[in-house]
C-alpha cells in the first residue's frame, strides 16, 4: 500500500532514492539505488551525514533550537568519510555523496524503513542513525516529511499501542511507574505486577529451563516466524500446557494442547490501527463466525472469566470506552466518531480534537530532539572460510510473512508457488549451480534444499532467500543473535554457504 503511494509520488515527480541490499522492484524505480552490503546500514547512513556536514547542508537553526549533544554527534560521524563508507558498504562514494546532496536540499522528504533496518543485533543504532539524519535536516514536524517506519503486518500499530508489549501498558505507558499502574489496578480492581515481562525471543528459550511452562500464541507461526526453527520446536515442546488461537491450522497449532479458533477482519467488529497512527473501525462485512470460531475479544473475555476475572463487555465500544478512559493518546478516540470517515490518527486527546496528522510540529515529546552517535559494530555473524556467503531473507511481492493466508489465495501461489535462493551470476559460475537447479544452504543451525535463481537481483557473496515456505523454511538457518536493546533476532545476515545436490 505504501508502495503505491510512492510509486504515485514519483509519476507526479518526486525523486526515490532506495538503500538496499538487493534489486527490488521499487529500486528499479529509484533515482539512486544505494545497494549496501547487508548489516552495513549504520555506515551508509553515517556516510550520509558525513557529506551533509561537511558541505554545510546541516539545518543550523532546527540543530540549535530543536535538538541537543550535537557535537558529541558531530566527532563520530567525522570519522565515516564517503571513502570509507564504499570499502565497508560497498556503495561507490559518489553515489553517496549524490543521495546526501538531495535528501539534504529538498524542502520536503519522507524517510521510510521496514524490517531490513530494525531486523539486526544493531537494529536500535540503525533506527537512532534514521532519527539522526531527519534531525540534521530538519526533514520533520511538518506534512510529507519524517522517519516512518513500517510495520510488518496488519494492526501491529494496533497491538503496540494497546500494551502487547512486554514493559508497556497501553498507550506507553510504563508498567513500572508506579502512578501509572495506580490509574490501571483502581479501574481494573486488580493489582498489577511492576516487573517487565519478557519479549517474544526470550519466552522462547525460557520455555526449555522451565522459567516458562504454559504458553498462550495468538495469530502468530513462530514455528516458521522466529529464528532458529529447530530451536523454537524444541522450546515449544518442552512447554507443559500450549495454546494456540488462530483463524488457519498451522505449523505452531500442530504442538498445540487446545486450538481455539478465532475469526477473520470480515467476521468480526473492532478498530485496527494502521502504521500511521490512523484509527479505523472495521465492521462485521462479510460473513457470521463460522462453526464454534469466535472474535478473538470474545474468546479472551469468556476465558478471563472462566478463570475469575469476570469481563462482561457488551460489545466492542464498550472496550474502546476503557482504552480511552486508560490512554491519553486514545482518550478521544470512541467508536461513534469513527463511523463516517477514514478514521482518526492519535494521539487525540479529547472527543472535540480532529486527531494529530503528523507528530513533532512544535516539539518533541520528550523536549529536546537528542542526537545519539552510533559507531559501527558488525553483524553478529560475519562469513569465513567455512561459511563464505551472507545469508540474508524476507519476502515476496505474492506472498505475506509465512504464507498462513496467502498460500490458500489461488492466484498469489501461482504466481509465487515454491521457495528459491538468489545467487549471484559470478557465485553460480564458480560454483557450477545452474539456474533452477536444486542446491543445499547450509547454516551453523541447520539446512534446507532449495531451487537456485541466478540473477544480479544481488550483489556477489550474498544470498537471499524468502521465508514464506514451510517446505524450505528459511528460518531453520537465521541467527538467532539479538538487539540488545529492543531483543529483536538478527533475521537479515548469517554466515552461510551453498552446495551442490
Not at 544493531?122 to 517506519?149: K, R, Y
Amino acid at each position: 500500500m505504501v508502495a503505491m503511494h510512492i510509486i504515485d509520488a514519483l509519476q507526479r515527480g518526486a525523486i526515490l532514492i532506495v538503500a538496499d541490499p538487493r534489486k527490488t522492484m521499487l529500486a528499479g524505480l529509484a533515482h539512486i539505488h544505494l545497494q549496501h552490503r547487508c548489516g552495513t546500514d549504520v555506515v551508509l547512513l553515517n556516510s550520509i551525514m558525513n557529506v551533509i556536514i561537511n558541505e554545510g547542508l546541516v539545518n543550523i537553526d532546527f540543530v540549535k533550537m530543536r535538538t541537543e549533544r550535537f557535537d558529541e554527534f558531530e566527532k563520530v560521524i567525522r570519522e565515516y568519510t564517503p571513502q570509507m563508507a564504499e570499502a565497508i558498504t560497498g556503495v561507490p562514494e559518489e553515489e553517496i555523496r549524490r543521495a546526501a546532496r538531495i535528501y539534504a536540499s529538498e524542502n520536503r522528504t519522507m524517510l521510510f524503513y521496514g524490517m531490513g533496518i530494525t531486523q539486526h543485533t544493531t537494529g536500535v543504532d540503525n533506527v537512532h542513525a534514521c532519527a539522526n539524519l531527519v534531525m540534521l535536516t530538519a526533514h520533520v514536524g511538518h506534512t510529507a516529511t519524517g522517519l516512518n517506519p513500517l510495520r510488518g503486518h496488519n494492526n501491529v500499530q494496533g497491538a503496540c499501542d494497546m500494551g502487547a508489549l512486554p514493559d508497556f501498558l497501553t498507550g506507553y505507558q510504563p508498567v513500572s511507574d508506579p502512578d501509572i499502574r495506580q490509574r490501571f489496578e483502581r479501574v481494573w480492581a486488580v493489582r498489577l505486577n511492576p516487573v517487565p515481562g519478557l519479549t517474544l525471543t526470550e519466552m522462547i528459550s525460557a520455555s526449555l529451563t522451565k522459567r516458562i511452562r504454559a504458553m498462550y500464541i495468538m495469530g502468530e507461526n513462530p514455528v516458521l516466524s522466529d529464528p532458529h526453527t529447530d530451536h523454537t520446536i524444541r522450546s515449544l515442546k518442552a512447554l507443559d500446557f500450549l495454546v494456540v488461537q488462530d483463524i488457519f491450522m498451522t505449523e505452531t497449532t500442530q504442538l498445540a494442547d487446545v486450538v481455539l479458533p478465532g475469526v477473520s477482519f470480515a467476521e468480526k467488529d473492532g478498530t485496527f490501527t494502521n502504521t500511521e497512527r490512523r484509527v479505523q473501525k472495521i465492521r462485521r462485512a462479510a460473513i457470521e463466525p463460522v462453526g464454534e470460531a469466535l472474535p478473538d475479544w470474545q474468546i479472551i473475555s469468556e476465558l478471563s472469566t472462566r478463570m475469575g476475572y469476570s469481563m462482561n463487555y457488551r460489545g466492542t465500544y464498550e472496550i474502546m470506552e476503557e482504552i480511552a478512559l486508560l490512554t491519553p493518546i486514545y482518550r478521544g478516540i470512541r467508536h461513534h466518531r469513527l463511523e463516517h470517515n477514514f478514521g482518526i490518527q492519535w494521539p487525540c486527546p479529547d472527543t472535540s480534537h480532529p486527531g494529530t496528522a503528523y507528530l513533532h510540529r512544535k516539539r518533541f515529546s520528550k523536549g529536546m530532539g537528542t542526537f545519539i552517535p552510533t559507531p559501527y559494530i558488525p553483524p553478529a555473524e560475519v562469513p569465513d572460510s567455512e561459511f563464505p556467503f551472507v545469508l540474508t531473507t524476507g519476502r515476496n511481492y505474492f506472498q505475506f510473512h509465512i504464507g498462513t493466508m496467502s498460500r490458500k489465495t489461488i492466484t498469489l501461489e501461482r504466481e509465487d508457488p515454491e521457495c528459491f535462493v538468489e545467487v549471484n551470476p559470478e557465485d553460480a559460475r564458480s560454483l557450477g549451480i545452474r539456474n533452477r537447479e536444486k542446491i543445499r544452504v547450509i547454516t551453523r543451525r541447520g539446512s534446507i534444499d532449495v531451487i537456485a535463481k541466478v540473477t544480479d537481483r544481488i550483489i556477489p557473496g550474498t544470498i537471499y532467500i524468502p521465508f514464506h515456505f514451510h517446505e524450505a523454511p528459511a528460518n531453520r538457518l537465521t541467527n538467532p543473535a539479538l538487539d540488545e536493546i529492543a531483543r529483536i533476532p538478527e533475521f537479515k545476515v548469517c554466515a552461510a554457504r551453498i552446495e551442490r545436490l
